[in-house]
């Protein structure tokens, strides 16, 4: 199966949603009462009402889009801080297991000179 250029398909999407809002301004030029507050009204076209609505709900799911980008960015610098902490940690435990299995031999052999010393002295 081959793989859909989703670059292709957005711009597709996106200029279909274009032609059919002009399509539709051309259609609907009627005006249309708007109350923005209590008292407070205005006359638009119907097809401008229609633009500004999408214009406001393309700004928010811009917002939410690029909070949502915010977010993950510092989740993934959480966990590569993690990541580093766990290769930093790893690095130590190897560093001191060495060190542990370099020290072992020698006690271990100074433990039996001193067995043996005892045992010549008894």
Not at 46 to 66: E, R
């Amino acid at each position: 199966m081959q793989q859909i250029n989703l670059k292709a398909v957005n711009f597709a999407l996106m200029f279909s949603l274009a032609l059919l809002t002009a399509y539709f301004t051309l259609e609907n030029t009627v005006n249309t009462k708007v109350n923005l507050l209590p008292g407070v009204s205005t006359s638009l076209p119907t097809a401008a009402l229609v633009i500004i609505s999408s214009g406001i709900g393309a700004c928010g799911a811009w917002f939410f889009a690029s909070w949502s980008n915010k977010l993950r960015e510092q989740e993934i610098k959480e966990l590569e801080n993690t990541k580093n902490r766990i290769k930093d940690l790893e690095t130590d435990l190897s560093r001191m297991k060495n060190k542990q299995n370099n020290i072992i031999p020698f006690i271990s052999f100074s433990g039996d000179k001193e067995i043996s010393s005892e045992k010549e002295a008894a």
